[in-house]
């Protein structure tokens, strides 16, 4: 098994959403570890996207889905995540400590937020979601999030064997 995966005998599925979520959030953490300034701030990557950039979007992601999303909280720029022309953005003058500890910190909220939530509670109106007709439920919620984490921990793979030739989980 893969260092940090949820153990195979899991069978709760709150505990394996959970699990697989801190697995992703890790693996994330450890792609980046590492990399030098230029390599977390350049991209390798047609689109132009950077590991760092990953990062603070990653944030942003929990924050859009699990805060102002699942429960209802304000938050300040919601997209803040990304510029004028609707990419990635990592603010002019925020290092790269910033935008891990912000990501750490944003984590550690969403934990506390689904620590003791229901899989079927839907989310809390009023913050992303005007009507219960669009309010997901958190088993949504978090399946989304796992889905988001895999396909942009499996592109950050590539970025970083593109930048200094690490592979592997």
């Known amino acids: 098994m893969p260092p940090g995966e949820p153990d195979p005998s899991v069978s709760d599925p709150h505990a394996l959403l959970r699990g697989y979520l801190d697995y992703y959030r890790d693996t994330l953490l450890r792609k980046t570890d590492g990399l030098s300034e230029e390599d977390l701030r350049g991209s390798r990557v047609p689109s132009g996207w950077s590991p760092l950039e990953l990062v603070r979007h990653l944030t942003y992601v929990e924050r859009r889905w699990l805060s102002w999303g699942f429960e209802a909280e304000r938050v300040p720029d919601p997209w ?38 229901r899989l079927d509670a839907h989310a809390r109106l009023g913050g992303r979601f005007p009507t219960e007709d669009e309010a997901p439920s958190l088993a949504w919620i978090l399946f989304h999030l796992l889905q988001e984490y895999a396909r942009h ?14 592979t592997g989980e």
């Open 80 to 117: 803040g995540d990304r510029g004028g022309d609707d990419r990635w953005r990592v603010p002019d003058g925020m290092s790269s400590a910033d935008v891990i500890d912000a990501f750490r910190a944003q984590c550690d909220r969403s934990r506390e937020i689904v620590r003791d939530a």
């Open 153 to 166: 921990v499996g592109q950050l793979d590539v970025a970083r064997e593109l930048a200094d030739g690490a």
